[in-house]
């Protein structure tokens, strides 16, 4: 699209509608040469499972979040996620609080995102393009269209190998926010505000959760 | 509302202008506790948060949800539930189409040639065939929509934003954008046609833009609110992470992310930090 915009004349009608043209061509060709068919694959495969989770009207919010926990489990690194949450604090925790604060990430990262989620039901989620970053991570880029003509929405997956070598996400993207580093932004400035004490971190990170526990269905 | 009222809002902004001005002064002496230089991650903590006032800056934020508690949501949800659809459409097409100017001249300034005709042909069709800006027709012809402002061509050029700032009623505006934020009223015509005149015209425009963005807000603020471990934090990450995203102009660099190879929470490793 911005490249077509760059080389698009304004002012005559022919390169206008050759432009149209070249347009649509372009959306209509495979991803470039740097593709990583693995990594679109899982995405597509994940982002289904995830979207299924969430659009299936017969389950209650329990069941969503049972099932979209076992998605995470399987499929995203939450130790890394969670390590990286903490910035520069990662090696603050004790083993016994490292042990409690995993346990609530993986709760919070439920409910946020059962909840961030429930806009996203039905849509389709179309790869992009994919690139490999380095020797063990891959970036794929995708894009919600929706069904009622609102604009698309472009959601970008950060993969990471685990140590069998199978995708793990590590990131998402969504219009330009990456949600892990939002999170470390807020995590550590808790940890900040309170001089250091990561209990006051898991004592926030546990009304979140009750919260979202208590809020309407 | 009547020419009285507005004037009144007017100058009720103006007086939080001066009075963010104040502030601004004032804070040069209150900054933050700086961390303890013995502990290395309290110190990069604050290096990455960037924020040398946040306890100002916390306290402009809770004002600023005040009066959006007390004022600008109850509106906002009254504009948004009493006006149908096709009319919000057409008002927030009209306040789009009132800042082609300020887009086209930041287009030229960050040199996007291309998206200068673009953007001036964008602003001649929905001036004319759309009436007067209520109307989109110029997306389906091909001319889609650019949101472009001084802070953003600041960017381009390099241009850090600069350590944090939440500003009264502005919201987040580190000096960058601030800065980008008074410069582009000189690139907007409406600025010389009523500088002298009654404040209505611009008020409106300023007020109305501003329920309207808080209209379309409504649901996402209230979720984002409700699973933030630290609102304030969080908003001032989403806000620096949009604006580098519209920077880039939706561009994302691969090679910009954070180094994650190394990083490891085994459960079992040693401590290298002890906690203070």
């Known amino acids: 699209m911005n490249a077509a915009l760059s080389t698009r004349n304004f002012f005559t009608p022919l390169a206008f509608a050759l432009t149209l043209i070249a347009t649509s061509v372009t959306a209509t060709l495979p991803a470039s040469a740097a593709a990583d068919p693995a990594a679109e694959a899982f995405v597509t495969d994940i982002s289904a499972k995830a979207i299924d989770i969430i659009s299936d009207k017969a389950t209650s919010r329990t069941e969503k979040e049972t099932a979209f926990g076992t998605l995470l489990d399987a499929h995203a690194d939450l130790p890394k996620i969670a390590g990286f949450a903490l910035g520069q604090y990662v090696r603050l925790p004790t083993p016994e609080q490292k042990a409690e604060y995993l346990k609530l990430v993986r709760n919070f990262v439920i409910k946020v995102y059962v909840t961030r989620l429930s806009d996203y039901h039905n849509e389709k989620l179309p790869i992009t393009g994919s690139q490999a970053k380095g020797a063990n991570q891959a970036i794929v880029d995708s894009q919600i269209n929706f069904t009622n003509g609102r604009e698309p929405v472009k959601v970008t997956w950060w993969l990471v190998k685990d140590k069998s070598g199978a995708y793990r996400i590590f990131d998402v993207n969504v219009v330009g926010i990456w949600l892990a580093q939002e999170q470390r932004s807020s995590f550590t400035s808790v940890i900040a505000n309170n001089g250091g004490d990561f209990d006051a971190l898991l004592k926030d990170l546990s009304k979140k959760v009750a919260d979202a526990d208590a809020a309407p269905q | ?276």
């Not at chain 2, 290096?47 to 508690?69: G, H, S, T, V």
């Not at chain 2, 987040?172 to 954008?177: C, E, L, M, N, Y």
Request: hydrophobic share 35%.
């Open chain 2, 1 to 276: 509302m009547t020419d009285h009222n507005m004037n009144s809002v007017a100058r009720t902004l103006n007086q939080s202008f001066k009075m963010a001005g104040l502030a601004l002064m004032l804070s040069l002496a209150a900054c933050a506790t700086r961390p303890d230089p013995a502990n290395p991650a309290a110190v990069q903590a604050y290096e990455e948060a960037n924020d040398p006032i946040e306890p100002l800056n916390r306290y402009f934020f809770e004002l600023n949800r005040f009066l959006d508690i007390i004022l600008l949501k109850p509106v906002a949800t009254w504009y948004d539930g009493i006006v149908p659809d096709p009319g919000k459409q057409g008002v927030r097409n009209v306040l789009d189409n009132l800042r082609s100017f300020v887009v086209v001249a930041n287009d030229g300034l960050q040199g996007q040639w291309s998206q200068a005709g673009s953007d001036a042909t964008r602003f001649g069709i929905n001036s004319t065939v759309g009436v007067l800006g209520i109307f989109d027709p110029a997306t389906g012809w091909g001319y889609p929509q650019h949101r472009e402002d001084l802070g953003q061509t600041f960017g381009t050029y390099g241009i850090p934003e600069g350590p944090y700032l939440f500003v009264p009623v502005l919201g987040p505006s580190p000096p960058r954008d601030l800065v980008g934020y008074f410069g582009d009223s000189f690139f907007d015509p409406m600025t010389y046609i009523f500088w002298d005149g009654p404040y209505t015209v611009p008020v409106t425009r300023t007020v109305l833009n501003g329920i309207d963005i808080r209209a379309r807000n409504l649901d996402t603020l209230d979720q984002i609110e409700r699973t933030s471990v630290d609102f304030y934090s969080t908003v001032r990450s989403l806000y620096r992470q949009s604006r580098n995203n519209e920077i880039a102009n939706g561009k994302s660099d691969v090679d910009n992310l954070p180094d994650i190879d190394d990083l490891n929470f085994d459960t079992n490793e040693p401590q290298a930090v002890s906690p203070q």
